[in-house]
């Protein structure tokens, strides 16, 4: 029920993009939400990241509406930041 896509932004950044569909408990379609990730990456050690920090931003628009437009206007929205590490098993 979700498409999505990332690229590369910055040296150790990360922007994902994704586009959910929500439906009712019929499967109509109630709506489209959009979510972009902006995460960047640190800490590296042995070729690998050990941590991540960024951002989320979500906007839900109506099932009508298209969350690509510009000139779209969402009916609700959300956003949050994040941090993380890598875990290392024993």
Same mark, same amino acid.
């Given at each position: 029920? /979700?498409?999505?896509s990332?690229? %590369?932004?910055?040296?150790?950044?990360?922007?994902?993009?994704?586009?959910? !569909?929500?439906? $009712? *408990?019929?499967?109509?379609?109630?709506?489209?939400?959009?979510?972009?990730?902006?995460?960047?990456? /640190?800490?590296k050690?042995?070729? %690998?990241f050990?941590?991540?920090?960024?951002?989320?931003?979500?906007?839900? !628009?109506?099932? $009508? *509406?298209?969350?690509?437009?510009?000139?779209?206007?969402?009916?609700?929205?959300?956003?949050?930041?994040?941090?993380?590490?890598?875990?290392?098993?024993?």
């Amino acid at each position: 029920d /979700g498409l999505g896509s990332a690229k %590369r932004t910055g040296k150790r950044e990360v922007t994902a993009t994704q586009i959910d !569909f929500n439906f $009712d *408990e019929e499967g109509s379609p109630t709506g489209v939400t959009r979510v972009v990730f902006s995460m960047v990456f /640190g800490d590296k050690e042995k070729g %690998r990241f050990q941590s991540v920090h960024g951002s989320l931003l979500g906007e839900t !628009f109506g099932p $009508d *509406e298209n969350p690509l437009e510009p000139e779209g206007a969402p009916t609700s929205s959300f956003n949050f930041t994040f941090t993380g590490q890598r875990v290392k098993p024993n």
